[in-house]
């Protein structure tokens, strides 16, 4: 995914290449996004992160963060979803300067807000993608079921990195059109 939004944003209208490497850059290759999704989405969710964790102590947990009804649980839904709206530039920022030090807030609020509607639809393909993401079932063959079935899980798997695809896509379009507003 990050090689797709690197290429787009250069204006490479093309899929990107797999390097498969050697044993040990082939787990590079594999392990490297990985890290860099999984860093990128705990930056942008820190302050609801920390705020969970202050508020742990007082026993709210995220088990209970969507059935609870206080104005904590508020402050925390509020945090989280903010956290996601931001994901999409904040994961540019990393597939294209391939630089973590400038997940900085002013480096990301700044293009949101100079292009707050082209970057709602950007928001939109990625939440859709994660939605979808969250309705298929892990692929794998079981004779349990029929064939159909089997063949319906593996068609609705593909459909979702086709969705996945053109949300990366998305995020590359953006910076190609918007690099103006991005200070880095």
């Given at each position: 995914?990050?090689?797709?939004?690197?290429?787009?944003?250069?204006?490479i209208?093309?899929?990107?290449?797999i390097?498969?490497?050697t044993s040990?850059?082939?787990?590079w290759?594999?392990?490297?996004?990985?890290?860099?999704?999984?860093f990128?989405?705990a930056?942008?969710?820190?302050?609801f992160?920390?705020t969970?964790?202050?508020?742990?102590?007082?026993?709210?947990?995220?088990?209970?963060?969507?059935?609870?009804q206080t104005?904590?649980?508020?402050?925390?839904?509020?945090?989280?979803?903010?956290?996601l709206?931001?994901?999409p530039?904040?994961?540019?920022?990393?597939?294209?300067?391939?630089?973590?030090?400038?997940?900085?807030?002013?480096?990301?609020?700044?293009?949101?807000?100079?292009?707050?509607?082209?970057y709602?639809?950007?928001a939109?393909?990625?939440?859709a993608?994660?939605?979808?993401?969250?309705?298929?079932?892990?692929?794998?063959?079981?004779?349990?079921?029929?064939l159909?079935?089997?063949?319906?899980r593996?068609?609705?798997?593909?459909?979702?990195?086709?969705?996945?695809?053109?949300?990366?896509?998305?995020?590359?379009?953006?910076?190609?059109?918007?690099?103006?507003y991005?200070?880095?």
């Amino acid at each position: 995914y990050l090689n797709i939004i690197y290429e787009t944003a250069y204006d490479i209208d093309k899929l990107s290449e797999i390097y498969l490497g050697t044993s040990i850059t082939f787990l590079w290759y594999m392990v490297k996004p990985l890290v860099v999704f999984l860093f990128t989405m705990a930056i942008v969710q820190l302050p609801f992160i920390i705020t969970l964790a202050i508020l742990d102590r007082k026993g709210i947990t995220y088990e209970e963060l969507w059935i609870g009804q206080t104005n904590l649980h508020l402050l925390l839904r509020i945090l989280f979803m903010t956290g996601l709206f931001i994901f999409p530039m904040a994961i540019l920022t990393t597939a294209v300067s391939k630089d973590i030090m400038l997940l900085r807030p002013d480096y990301l609020i700044k293009p949101i807000l100079k292009a707050l509607v082209p970057y709602l639809v950007v928001a939109a393909l990625v939440i859709a993608t994660g939605i979808a993401e969250m309705q298929t079932a892990n692929y794998f063959f079981s004779p349990d079921i029929s064939l159909v079935q089997n063949i319906n899980r593996l068609g609705l798997n593909l459909a979702v990195q086709l969705i996945a695809i053109i949300a990366m896509r998305s995020i590359g379009l953006f910076y190609r059109h918007y690099a103006c507003y991005c200070a880095w």
